[in-house]
C-alpha cells in the first residue's frame, strides 16, 4: 500500500489499483490451488481407502478452491485499505458474504460426500441416511442465506432468527411438502418399510420394479420395463403399496393358480380305471391305500348296515388331485417339504370346479419362477383327459359352428319319438 501511495498518492485510484492487485492475486491464488488439488487427488487414489477419494471428489476440491482467493481478498482488503474508509467497508460486507456463501456449499458438498462413503457400507442398504443429509443440507442453506443477508445489511444474525416467528406460518407453507417428507422417510426408515434394492408395486402410481433411491422428497422405482418412476414420499405412507423383499430374502415364490374342472366331467372311477391307475407308479401307493379303506369300509357298512349302504368309491377328480400332489412332491424346483404346499377344491362356481395349486418355486427368478410355473401346468394341463374329465372354457365361434343347427336337433327329437312308437 505503501508504495502504490508513493508512486501515485493516496485516494480513490489508489483504493482501485489495490483492490486490482488483490484481485490479481486471488486470480493466482485460484488457479495455483486448482493445479496443486489434481495432483492431492492422484496421490489418494492410489492408497486403498476409499473416504479420501471420496472427499476429494471434483466437486467438494473445486468448492474448496474458492477459499483461497476469498480468503486472500479479505486478508487484502483488511491490510491493504484504510478501515474507515467507504471502499474498505464495503468489500469487506461483500467477500464476507461471499465466503459465508463458499462455505454453506462446501458443507453441503461434504454432507453428499460422507452420505457416498455410508452407501459403501452394507448397513445403509436397511438404514439410509440420504433424507436425513438432505434435511441437514436445507438448515445449511437457511442458515447460509441468513448470515450472508446479515452480513450485507450489517445486522446481528439474531435479527433476523427474531423475526422468524412472524414468517412460521409462511415457511411452514412453503416447506409443507419438505416437512410432510421427513416424517415419512423418519417413518419408513424406522419401520423399515422400503429399502434400496426392494421390489415394490404401487400401482396408484404405475409403479412396479427394483427401488433404486430412497431421498427425502421421493422414492425412485426403476420399473421392469427400464422406466422410471419417483413417488412423494410422503404420498407412499398414504396409499398402499406392496413389498416383495420377504419374498426375496425367502429364497421362494408363490404359486397360486387355479385349473376349472367342467363339472360335468366329474364321476366315479370304472373298474378298468381303478386296476390301470393302480399299475400307474406315481398313483401305485395311494390306489393300495384308498383301496384298503374302501375295503374296510365296506365290510364296516354291511355289518352295521345290512349290505344296504351306499359303499364309497373312487372319484377321477379325487385321483387327479392325488396325481398332482405326487408329482409336484417329485420335483426339485419346488419346495413342498418347508412351505405351505396345497392341491385343493375351491367353491365351484359358472366356470366350473376350481383346482388349485398352491405351492412355492425354490428361485425367484423371474425367468426361471416362469418356466417352472408353465412346465407344471404343461404337464398338469395334459393329464386331466386321462383321467377322464375336460376343462371348462367359454364357447367360442368354433364351438358354435360344430354344434348341429336346431333343425337337425329337431329331426333327430321327431325320429327317436317315431321310432319309439314303431
Known sequence: ????????????????????????????????????????????SHNSFLWDDVLLDRKLTHRISLFGPGLFVYGGVRLGLEPSSTWAEFLLRVTTAVLVVIGALTLSALLHAINTVYETKPVSRDRPIEAYLQIAQILVYLFGAILTV???????????????????????????????????????????????????????????????????????????????????????????????????????????????????????????????????????????????????????NEVEAGGTADPRRLTNIGTLRAYIVAYLERLESVDTDNMTFLVRQLEPGPRGLPLQIYTFTTTTALAGYEAIQSDIFDHVLAMVPEFGMRLFQEPTGEDVRSSPPPAALHHADNSTVTAARG
Not at 427400464?226 to 405412507?237: E, F, N, V
Request: with cysteine.
Open 150 to 300: 446479515a452480513v450485507l445489511a450489517d445486522q446481528s444474525p439474531w435479527f433476523f432468527l427474531s423475526g422468524l416467528g412472524a414468517l412460521t406460518a409462511v415457511l411452514l407453507l412453503i416447506f409443507r411438502d419438505t416437512i410432510l417428507a421427513f416424517v415419512a422417510s423418519i417413518q419408513l426408515t424406522q419401520n423399515d418399510m422400503v429399502d434400496v434394492g426392494d421390489w415394490i408395486e404401487a400401482p396408484e402410481f404405475g409403479a412396479d420394479g427394483h427401488v433404486t433411491d430412497v431421498a427425502l422428497h421421493t422414492v425412485t422405482v426403476q420399473n421392469f420395463d427400464k422406466t422410471i418412476t419417483r413417488i412423494p414420499t410422503y404420498k407412499l405412507m398414504n396409499q398402499s403399496f406392496r413389498n416383495w423383499r420377504g419374498m426375496a430374502d425367502s429364497g421362494r415364490r408363490r404359486i397360486k393358480r387355479c385349473l376349472y374342472i367342467d363339472l360335468a366331467t366329474i364321476r366315479f372311477l370304472t373298474d378298468e380305471e381303478i386296476e390301470r391307475f393302480s399299475r400307474f407308479e406315481p398313483l401305485r401307493e395311494y390306489m393300495a391305500r384308498k383301496l384298503i379303506e374302501l375295503e374296510e369300509d365296506r365290510a364296516r
Open 1 to 44: 500500500m505503501k508504495l502504490i501511495e508513493d508512486w501515485i498518492g493516496s485516494g480513490t485510484t489508489a483504493d482501485l489499483l489495490t483492490l486490482a492487485l488483490f484481485l490479481a492475486g486471488a486470480l493466482v491464488a485460484y488457479f495455483v490451488l486448482r493445479l496443486l488439488l489434481p495432483i492431492v487427488q492422484r496421490a489418494a
